[in-house]
């Protein structure tokens, strides 16, 4: 019997997280307080601090009218997003503070807010490699939310998603969790080439070169991830015949909101891995897709018109 579509949905793997992070382990408050708690400054208390700066620099610089302010109000949005998430998690551990880095100095231009932004996006990507799983999560977020809204405009360094994977990456020995998560994310891509190929026909051909980069891009994560996972001893995850949009493919809109579904879903999929592997090559893997698709997301979102057109956490 032919299988049935498989649905395209950011739940599908959203659901699948919460069923991986379900198994943790509860330890007495006598344990969680004992003498092993972290006394070190909080490692993303500078990145917090400078989310609130960027925040309060854009929002100032949103007070003047015009294309520049609008720019400047959607980052405020997104850095005061991202310390808001940042603020919970440093709240949660109440480490030791460190004295301020942030970089308070008031933004006259877009130019600067650019800067900021570049800067932000490095500083959350540095962390990645040597934080634990779910700040890891949260950090490569922040960086991908940074690119995400890099997008609205080549003033503020709107470019290429940037995401290609080396060939011959490998691993070290990935653990279940890291495996399981791996399968979710090939399953993510497998469902964004398919994507890409059907909304060919309703996209003009100005479009072309978008989605046949985008294409390229999620067919090498998919060999990537078939690759890593044959390594790692486990059976990849096949494609669907066909998978099943949350909605009708009608026409050019309807298409282009489609494929920032895929992007979306594809962000939440490396999310999951960031979060379930210590593996250094394989976070590094996980950050660029996840930066990748938050950059394709926003340029599709934007070009369908959805609100708003890039989101401060991409993959949550």
Request: aromatic letters at 2%; charged letters at 20%; a negative charge.
């Amino acid at each position: 019997m032919r299988s049935r579509p498989t649905p395209l949905s950011r739940r599908r793997f959203l659901r699948a997280g919460l069923l991986l992070g379900s198994t943790a382990v509860t330890l007495p408050l006598a344990a969680a307080c004992g003498d092993g708690y972290e006394t070190a400054p909080d490692e993303l208390a500078p990145l917090l601090e400078q989310a609130r700066a960027d925040a309060t620099a854009a929002t100032a610089l949103a007070g003047g009218g015009g294309a520049a302010a609008e720019l400047a109000k959607q980052v405020a949005a997104v850095r005061t997003a991202q310390a808001d998430a940042l603020q919970s998690e440093v709240d949660r551990l109440n480490r030791p503070k460190a004295a301020s880095t942030a970089d308070t100095t008031p933004v006259t231009a877009i130019g600067g807010l650019k800067t900021r932004l570049e800067q932000a996006r490095k500083q959350a990507a540095d962390l990645v490699p040597t934080l634990p799983r779910h700040r890891a999560g949260l950090a490569g977020a922040v960086a991908a939310g940074c690119a995400s809204v890099q997008q609205l405009s080549p003033e503020l360094g709107a470019g290429d998603a940037d995401d290609e994977v080396e060939p011959d990456t490998k691993t070290g020995q990935l653990i279940p969790e890291a495996v399981e998560s791996l399968q979710g994310a090939l399953a993510a891509e497998h469902a964004a080439v398919w994507v890409y190929s059907l909304v060919t026909a309703f996209l003009p051909n100005d479009f072309r070169s978008g989605t046949e980069n985008g294409a390229l891009a999620h067919r090498d994560r998919r060999d990537a991830c078939e690759r890593l996972l044959t390594a790692a001893g486990a059976d990849p995850v096949t494609t669907e015949p066909a998978y099943l949009p949350p909605k009708p493919v009608t026409d050019s809109k309807s298409a282009m909101a489609l494929v920032a579904t895929a992007e979306a879903d594809a962000a939440a999929a490396w999310r999951g891995v960031l979060e379930r592997t210590d593996d250094a090559a394989l976070r590094t893997i996980a950050l660029r897709a996840l930066v990748g698709s938050a950059t394709r997301g926003t340029a599709w979102r934007k070009e369908a018109g959805e609100q708003p057109p890039a989101m401060a956490l991409p993959g949550t």
